[in-house]
């Protein structure tokens, strides 16, 4: 059983899996003023709600874009398990081709989810992550990262917006009855709502049309569930991508000692 970890700037993806089966996936807040020993609590917590013995563990593998957060929970996860921990970053082998202007810049989190997408469905494709920022990731024909947008985050978006301005409540991201707001709250998830569809749908218009081709559309994310539905688009929601894609990574950089265990 492999155990994945996806360090974003607003939650921790857990997730334990053994070859295609998923144990399960679960999330805690991202906080870089937890200790390490609160994070192996908080993780003993998921482990025995979903019986999972950490004697069964045998790989780690982390991807964070929250680098205080990687050495915490990397010394959490020592204080239950006693194996070899992966991160990605330089010298993980992912097998994605990335062809932008500096490869290393793009997040681990982007690359996690692109080798994920690849893998699960058909290319060409858009990768939609929304969280703390809203990025899409788009993969060409021929399976190659060519590049991608970054938008603020709808969550956030609507933060500032009630920060900034005296008059604007706080409110929850379903969508209103109607497009048309008759009120405040109305006019408000609106704007949130099916203005972010709005932006995604134009989006994806705009990389078809540098494309030349109709990509297929894969989001996930904490709020993909909320806005994806009132898109126009036909967009795939898959909460799954992020943790699938850190074992397929997982198995790439241990195929060697897989064959030399089977070779026993």
């Known amino acids: ?158 933060e500032t917006l009630v920060k900034q301005t005296s008059q604007l409540p706080r409110i929850g991201l379903e969508a209103p009855k109607r497009f048309i707001g008759k009120n405040t709250i109305e006019s408000m998830k609106s704007g949130i709502v099916y203005g972010t569809a709005s932006l995604l749908d134009g989006m994806i218009e705009r990389v078809e049309k540098e494309l030349k081709e109709k990509p297929n559309v894969i989001a996930t994310g904490d709020v993909a569930k909320l806005i994806i539905p009132y898109c126009n688009h036909e967009i795939t929601i898959d909460d799954k991508l992020s943790i699938k894609g850190l074992k397929i990574i997982f198995d790439k950089n241990n195929e060697e000692s897989y064959k030399q265990k089977g070779n026993e």
């Open 1 to 158: 059983m492999v155990l994945a970890v996806n360090i974003e700037n607003t939650n921790i993806s857990v997730g334990c899996m053994e070859d295609e089966k998923i144990y399960f996936i679960e999330r805690l807040s991202s906080d870089i003023k937890k200790t390490g020993l609160e994070y192996a609590i908080e993780l003993k917590s998921v482990f025995e709600l979903y019986n999972v013995r950490s004697e069964t563990i045998e790989g780690v593998i982390i991807s964070s874009v929250v680098p205080p957060l990687s050495d915490i929970f990397q010394a959490a996860i020592s204080k239950l398990i006693s194996v070899k921990q992966i991160v990605v970053g330089p010298g993980v082998k992912t097998g994605l081709n990335i062809c932008m202007d500096n490869p290393g810049q793009v997040g681990s989190d982007l690359v996690v989810n692109a080798v994920s997408a690849i893998h699960n469905y058909q290319a060409p494709l858009i990768v939609i992550d929304m969280e703390t920022a809203t990025t899409m990731c788009v993969i060409d024909e021929k399976k190659n990262y060519i590049g991608g947008m970054i938008v603020p985050g709808v969550k956030e978006s609507l």
